[in-house]
């Protein structure tokens, strides 16, 4: 059975940084992408980053430029490094690893106070 568990979430104020992380553990084969997702009140999830395998990051045009995805393949762990964080990121923050299947984190609250 395969647990990605996530960390990282909390509190901060318009311009602070977080750092989320996302651990990857039990039966999991050849990792290939992983990324994250968000999900604000009363919207629909949202794509924010994704890395491949071999190191390529893609980024919604929304964080870009403030927000950084990377991984540790020897940990199975991705981060997400976000910066200069507007109220406008308040959201649920999901990872996902895609294998043979994918899968999801149960997802971490990040909160930006104005």
């Known amino acids: 059975q395969v647990q990605l568990v996530e960390s990282g979430g909390g509190l901060v104020q318009a311009g602070g940084s977080l750092r989320l992380s996302c651990a990857a553990s039990?039966?999991?084969?050849?990792?290939?992408?992983m990324g994250w997702y968000r999900q604000a009140p009363g919207k629909q999830r949202e794509w924010v980053a994704t890395?491949?395998?071999?190191?390529?990051?893609n980024y919604a045009d929304s964080v870009k430029g403030r927000f950084t995805i990377s991984r540790d393949n020897a940990k199975n762990t991705v981060y997400l490094q976000m910066n200069s964080l507007k109220p406008e990121d308040t959201a649920v923050y999901y990872c996902?690893?895609?294998?043979?299947?994918?899968?999801w984190g149960q997802g971490t609250q990040v909160t930006v106070s104005s």
């Open positions: 890395i491949t395998s071999g190191g390529s990051t």
């Open positions: 039990g039966s999991i084969f050849s990792i290939n992408a």
């Open positions: 996902n690893v895609e294998s043979l299947v994918l899968y």
